[in-house]
């Protein structure tokens, strides 16, 4: 890892073994991308990478010299105003109504380590060592305005990590205020940012395609690649939250990476809000890509003094395919996002009662779960919705955060004191963003609610946001929340959020805040979860939003896992974990088994089936464990010991998808009918396979799956974990399973095949072992 400036050139390369990424100051003050891929040696003279030519029409800073135009030079940081007319990363808006801004290259510094963002969820580093930051001034000098860009890169992973600060220099207005909430024309030197994106990268061809991870309520993340067209193709959320929609991160790869060749450049936002991920590809085949907070709404007021943060963005290269792609997500994110006590600790395995009990329950049920879950091995006991104030259904007493006695006659701290004794952790839903209107807490402060005045503001599940760009909200909240969890009885929060934010009005502030309020909001989020997770740092959070509304990087930094959709039924959560699964570690993803028929399907699928895809997540159970069968009660307690002694290797090791259950994977299968995906531990002795078959092919024709990530020169068992046939007296080299792999036919010959696997929605599990 290297951070260099050539002075001769004025040329910047940030490399480490997985790429090189280099730049430069322009003639006009301003920085030019020139290169971004593959490692390249460091030396003086990459100047030539810089092309311009003269374009018709084009805006040019120098009176004879018609070649030079940022309409077509590759940038760094594209600002409005300089003859760009492409979109741009950056709009300054002065109070007289112009929006032309000129930053110009000031200085730089290199320092070791990663600073933190002030107030935002990011990326950061244990020891200095571990990564090195390049800070360059910029600054426009009839504004007062200084613009700061950020690039970490770390050692070990071939990530690019950027953020934006822009620093208002002008000296304050005679009335002093430097503070948030006025009007934007008033005080000298004030500006507006109208759209502050969090990086930008101009990549010199267009042959890429692109992957973005959409969907809607259950059925979250489903990979989409198309080729990239002339224009702006984008991905977005407008609804205050990631969104179920589209998530914040996506990949451009060439036409023909797969996951195990080819170069790919993945793209996250460290952010839980309004996003956009723009690709804009030009006239001229250069390929833009943007990431930053979406300007729609966004008016950010900046008064002398002040300074705006960016939120973080994410990039990672490869030239060896997704899975190495994901990989370099999935350590980052895992131990250089994900913070505290549970970090790498192995997580407890829950039981949810959200799907045995819904809101109808008393104490004597939950414990009456609680006991028999605990008898077969459950760590955690979590209570769902509806334990406070009067709440049966969902049209009441969000905002009330105390026990409903007629349901827990000792309250939380009694219930949670009875699970302890049963030797099992207790866990809570919160959903502390929302209100009620009939609440004590909505009668109390109806001005708490984001909404504009004189209109009747929009409901979602009967509930309203609360505006945390409030600090006495944040505080009720902060106090309310820890008044029941200063027991130290509860262990994890289930932290909710289910409906998107309309109306955008912060009651009682003026105009200029408005364009504030929706980050404000994601502020005030942020800015609870540190407060809490600093407050109680052993207690486990676990980000949810009605499913996987609201599972991005940002949440990662304070809720090591996330609840990723409300779709619990086992067919669709491969699809669901299979698409999770390009950014975000195993070890992020809240995986339950429930009951059948499915609740949101009516699907059923087999008990094994349902473990079978939960044991690659945080595993857990969402079903009334009284209602199983003897037989299925054990079963579950094979199945939680499997999951305890396994845990590490899943959580730990190299995650590979093998089968997509978005492809035509292979000739005479339905799109869809298969799945496959492993795990394998860092030393390359151990995997896990996960085999997942959802609709039986008749009279089908021989079946081999091929493996990843072994060590080619060891020697391996592979064994069926439901039936060690004696087929585990075979051995395979690591080569041979890589390059051939293994026969999984139907036809009742050869070592793994049985007709025990007959019917739809069968999956297998092997474990590969070193000799
Ligand atoms: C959301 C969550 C569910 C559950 C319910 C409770 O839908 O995603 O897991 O907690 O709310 O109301």
Redesign the pocket.
Known sequence: MDIVFHKSGNVFHIMNRGFSYIFTVLKNGQLGQLYFGAPLADRDGFEHMLVAAHRDMAPCPFEGDGDFSMEDIKQEYPVNGNGDLRNVACVVETPDGARNADFRYVSHRILPGKPTLNGLPATYVERDGEAETLEITLRDDLLDLRMILSYTTYRDLPVLTRNVRFVNDSIAADDGSTTGGTDAADADGTVTLRRALSASLDLPDAHWSMMQFTGAWARERRPQTFRLHTGVQEIYSLRGHSSHQFNPFLILKRPNTNESAGEAIGAALVYSGNFLGSVEVDNYHVTRLMMGIHPEGFAWTLRPGETFQTPEMVVAYTRDGLNALSQSFHTLFRTRLARGYWRDRPRPILINS?ESTYMRFDEAKLLSIAGKAHELGIDLFVL??GWFGHRDD?TSSLGDWTADRRKLPDGVEGLARKINDLGMMFGL?FEPEMVSRDSDLYRAHPDWMIRVPGREPLQGRNQYELDLSKSEVVDYLFDSMSAILASGRVSYV?W?M?RSITDVFSQGRPAAFQGELLHRQILGVYALYERLTSALPKVLFES????GARFDPGMLYYAPQG?IS?DTDAAERVKIQFGTSYAYPVSSMGSHVSAVPNHQLMRVTPLKTRADVAYFGTFGYELDVNRMTDGEQEQMRRQIAFMKSHRELIDTGDFFRLISPFDESEVGLQPGAEAAWMVVSADRRHALVGYYRMIMPVNEGYRTLRLAGLDPAETYTVRDTEFPLPASRFTYGGDELMARGFDISDTGFGPFTTDMYQGDYLTRLFEVDAV
């Open positions: 959200w769902d919705d969902a839903w289930k909710d289910n949810c939003a009605s499913g609840w409300d």
